[in-house]
């Protein structure tokens, strides 16, 4: 579900006025959305003022982009480049882009327990998963993966 904020931008997109949630699927289809929010991103790069609607339809718009990436998993970009910084660092089922299975074997049970403990609301579980999958991901590439103050920075 995506909240919107502002009632008018509702209205425009001729959706139910007495809800502020809408499904993922209701907001995607839209193309009033998509058109408004094109709008924004036009007058934005041409360092115009937006107004509210404009302003909600842009966040709401970046919110389905990120729940799309979410969903597909280009969000986890997070298997690191074996040996050049500058080469780009891959989601987690595009590991055989630099690694073998033996390499990355232990890192897919740590993301699985990783997972796990997220849909069971498990909170300590979660925590020493999170560990334990930085810990393989920095052994994976140590030149590469960032130091712990550095991710503590991000």
């Known amino acids: 579900?995506?909240?919107?904020?502002?009632?008018?931008?509702?209205?425009?997109?001729?959706?139910?006025?007495?809800?502020?949630?809408?499904?993922?699927?209701?907001?995607?289809?839209?193309?009033?959305?998509?058109?408004?929010?094109?709008?924004?991103?036009?007058?934005?790069?041409?360092?115009e003022p937006l107004d509210r609607v404009q302003q909600e339809a842009l966040s709401v718009s970046d919110r389905l982009a990120m729940l799309s990436n979410v969903m597909n998993g280009s969000a986890f970009l997070i298997i690191p480049a074996p040996r050049n910084e500058t080469?780009?660092?891959?989601?987690p089922s595009e590991f055989s882009r630099y690694y073998t299975e033996a390499q990355f074997a232990p890192l897919q049970t740590q993301l699985q327990t990783l997972v796990t403990a997220y849909t069971q609301g498990d909170g300590f579980n979660f925590s020493r998963a999170a560990i334990q999958l930085?810990?393989?991901?920095?052994?994976?590439?140590?030149?590469?993966?960032?130091?712990?103050?550095?991710?503590r920075l991000e």
């Open 1 to 47: 579900m995506v909240l919107i904020f502002v009632r008018r931008l509702i209205e425009q997109l001729g959706l139910d006025k007495t809800q502020r949630r809408f499904s993922f699927a209701q907001l995607a289809g839209s193309a009033e959305l998509l058109r408004i929010a094109n709008e924004a991103r036009g007058r934005k790069r041409a360092e």
């Open 134 to 151: 930085r810990k393989g991901l920095r052994e994976l590439s140590p030149a590469i993966y960032p130091q712990d103050p550095q991710l």
């Open 87 to 91: 080469d780009p660092w891959t989601e």
